[in-house]
């Protein structure tokens, strides 16, 4: 039982454009959503989050929007560079709980 | 002011060994969380433990599997008499009182030959 879906296993995109990460979720409630970034052999690094309260957050390049009604989340990179290249998941949680439920992850190609 | 360490980065065991990794939280964070990757998946929760206390070892197996964080010094994963299976990512985060995001070290690679 997949509460989170992340449901394109990899996605391609040119340098200097948008890439556009998208998740699922099927638990009502999560009220706390949170991108990580992982590069091979290295930890996930937490890069944003967002609150149930909000539809936007912005942190420089990456924007995370939240659509409660349709239960999708999802992040904006802008400009895409070369370094952005790596798996990105999505993970939830309650606020009361601490458990981060994961998506099997994107992972996120930007080409030359 | 470190993040979160993990060692060692790589064990191998033979079947039948033991395997212990470890891992130290972020500085002022008192709360540990154990996640195991298997290839082309997500995080999975194992285990979550404040100092000296098991808070939820839902998502650890029930045989061969331990955690620890005592008082004193690092987490601890323990698994025992360690299988082919075992073979994965073994990954701790750390977070502070109330804080929502998780951190997480580097990684143990354990490979059961």
């Known amino acids: 039982d997949q509460q989170v879906k992340q449901n394109s296993p990899s996605l391609s995109v040119q340098e200097g454009r948008i890439s556009i990460l998208n998740c699922d979720y099927t638990?009502?409630?999560?009220?706390?959503f949170l991108w990580y970034k992982k590069y091979p052999a290295e930890g996930p690094t937490f890069l944003i989050s967002?609150?149930?309260i909000k539809d936007k957050n912005e942190d420089g390049r990456f924007t995370v929007f939240l659509n409660k009604s349709a239960k999708h989340l999802s992040l904006h990179i802008v400009p895409s560079q070369p370094g952005d290249s790596a798996v990105y998941f999505c993970?939830?949680?309650?606020?009361?709980?601490?458990?981060?439920?994961w998506g099997a992850g994107t992972k996120l190609i930007i080409k030359p | 002011n470190a993040g979160v360490m993990q060692n060692p980065r790589h064990l191998v065991r033979r079947r039948g060994q033991e395997a212990r990794l470890r891992c130290s939280p972020m500085?002022?964070?008192?709360?540990v969380y154990w996640y195991r990757q298997l290839p082309e998946e997500g995080l999975k929760f194992m285990v979550y433990l404040q100092k000296e206390n098991i808070i939820d070892e839902s998502g650890m197996p029930k045989e061969r599997f331990s955690a620890e964080f005592p008082k004193e010094g690092p987490s601890i994963l323990r698994i025992q008499q360690v299988v082919r299976g075992d073979s994965a990512a073994y990954f701790c985060?750390?977070?502070?009182?109330?804080?929502?995001?998780?951190?997480f070290g580097p990684g143990t690679r354990l490979t059961v030959l």
């Open positions: 638990n009502s409630m999560f009220d706390y």
């Open positions: 967002i609150s149930s």
């Open positions: 993970a939830a949680k309650t606020v009361s709980n601490y458990q981060l439920i």
């Open positions: 500085k002022g964070h008192s709360h």
């Open positions: 985060a750390s977070s502070s009182t109330g804080g929502h995001e998780q951190f």
